[in-house]
């Protein structure tokens, strides 16, 4: 069975530009979120989405928003790219909107902003 | 918010020996789950372990336990007959029972394993 998979697993970009990241979740899965890991630090938590509605946000400015499509796949965008922005962006499902088990991660996108 | 603290940045242990990695919280609620999660240089978080507050026993997953002392808010994780393929950054992470959904990450705890 294939695991959660995210693309690209890297990309430069430059300040000012537009990211789009894709992750898709584990068949059956029907919850994804999406963290952020700056280096040296532990992951925070950016979005929820379960059923294709968000039902949870960190504390992360409008610049970020997040969607889930029908088939439960998510995509992650940051406008107006700050050098900031560069970490190492993870994507966990679940199958079902509680986490009392654990996520699936993938193995994330990484984000270098220059 | 809660949060989570490893105070050891980085660990060394000997092949087959036991290591202790720290974690505290701070939290004024009674109902929450903690994890130890395991990410090597593949970038892929692993989860290891998890405890629900409400119960006592600690949890075990063959050679890996916690220490969970809930007055202390503490919850360490014990890794026994250490292998190199445990060599990674681990992570404590505490997951509110009651709201939310989101898992609070502590800093991490890099662990060198040397033959």
């Known amino acids: 069975d294939a695991g959660v998979t995210q693309s690209p697993t890297h990309l430069i970009k430059t300040r000012g530009q537009h990211v789009t990241l894709r992750c898709s979740p584990i068949s059956g899965h029907k919850s994804v979120s999406w963290y952020q890991q700056v280096l040296g630090q532990g992951p925070q938590f950016i979005f929820q989405?379960?059923?294709?509605?968000?039902?949870g946000r960190g504390n992360f400015p409008d610049r970020f928003s997040a969607r889930q499509f029908p088939n439960y796949s998510s995509e992650l965008n940051v406008n107006a790219l700050l050098l900031g922005d560069s970490a190492l962006y993870l994507c966990?499902?679940?199958?079902?909107?509680?986490?009392?088990?654990?996520?699936?991660f993938g193995s994330g996108t990484r984000l270098t902003v220059v | 918010a809660q949060t989570v603290t490893q105070s050891q940045p980085e660990m060394s242990v000997q092949e087959a020996e036991t290591v202790t990695l720290s974690c505290t919280y701070d939290t004024s609620e009674s109902d929450y789950y903690l994890f130890w999660y395991k990410q090597p240089p593949s970038r892929q978080m692993i989860l290891v372990i998890r405890?629900?507050?409400?119960?006592?026993q600690n949890a075990t997953e063959n050679r890996f336990s916690v220490n969970f002392q809930k007055a202390a808010k503490s919850f360490s994780l014990k890794i026994s007959d250490s292998q190199l393929g445990d060599a990674a950054m681990y992570f404590c992470?505490?997951?509110?029972f009651g709201s939310g959904y989101a898992l609070n990450f502590g800093k991490g705890t890099s662990l060198l394993v040397t033959p």
């Open positions: 989405y379960y059923e294709k509605e968000e039902r």
């Open positions: 966990a499902s679940s199958p079902g909107q509680s986490v009392d088990y654990g996520y699936t």
């Open positions: 992470a505490y997951r509110s």
């Open positions: 405890q629900e507050a409400y119960k006592q």
